[in-house]
T-cell receptor
Framework: GAGVSQSPRYKVAKRGQDVALRCDPI?????LFWYQQALGQGPEFLTY????????KSGLPSDRFFAERPEGSVSTLKIQRTQQEDSAVYLC??????????FGPGTRLTVL | QQQVKQSPQSLIVQKGGISIINCAYE??????FPWYQQFPGKGPALLIA?????SEKKEGRFTISFNKSAKQFSLHIMDSQPGDSATYFC?????????????FGEGTQLTVNP
């Protein structure tokens, strides 16, 4: 069956550019999460959606980061005016219930 | 503040040996403790998980041991195989908090030599 998909898989941006990262969760999964994984580190929570409602955005590192899930399925993470410290792998996960989360392959963002 | 601390950072084991990875947590409200396996270029995949009402859970070659009083839990991989070579993350979450958002450890890079 189809798992969580993310696109693009790799993104190179010049400092100051805006980027948009897409997540297609598993069909029917109510919960959707975004995590940021720096090189050699564990994933860190960014934000959480239950259907279309963004219930927690406390992990977003700055107001340059914005996430949406307008129809309760596909989600987009947008980063404005990218900085070098934004370089990381951005992981999306979806969940059918409270605990088990299924992760996508991630988008590796490199900011030059 | 690192709420989940993981050790060792890296581990080398011979084929057939036992791999042991340890984690310690600070927040006693955590009530779900999963272990994830991640291969290069892939997202983390759930291996096994435990809740604090049990002290041990076994699934195939993978066992979680949980010590609530010490606030520690560990992953044991029996009969380790070269295909087990990957990065392992422990994590913790709280039910009903942000959909059970996960707090991850720093990761352990496991290498199983043939």
């Amino acid at each position: 069956g189809a798992g969580v998909s993310q696109s693009p898989r790799y993104k190179v941006a010049k400092r100051g550019q805006d980027v948009a990262l897409r997540c297609d969760p598993i069909s029917g999964h109510v919960s959707l999460f975004w995590y940021q994984q720096a090189l050699g580190q564990g994933p860190e929570f960014l934000t959480y959606f239950q259907n279309e409602a963004q219930l927690d955005k406390s992990g977003l590192p700055s107001d340059r980061f914005f996430a949406e899930r307008p129809e309760g399925s596909v989600s987009t993470l947008k980063i404005q005016r990218t900085q070098q410290e934004d370089s990381a792998v951005y992981l999306c996960a979806s969940s059918p219930h409270r605990y088990e989360q299924f992760f996508g392959p991630g988008t590796r963002l490199t900011v030059l | 503040q690192q709420q989940v601390k993981q050790s060792p950072q890296s581990l080398i084991v011979q084929k057939g040996g036992i791999s042991i990875i340890n984690c310690a947590y600070e927040n006693t409200a955590f009530d779900y403790f999963p272990w994830y396996q991640q291969f290069p270029g892939k997202g983390p995949a759930l291996l096994i998980a435990i809740r604090p009402d049990v002290s041990e859970k076994k699934e195939g070659r993978f066992t979680i041991s949980f010590n609530k009083s010490a606030k520690q839990f560990s992953l044991h991989i029996m009969d380790s195989q070269p295909g087990d070579s990957a990065t392992y993350f422990c994590a913790a979450s709280i039910e009903e908090t942000s959909g059970s958002r996960l707090t991850f450890g720093e990761g352990t890079q496991l290498t199983v030599n043939p």
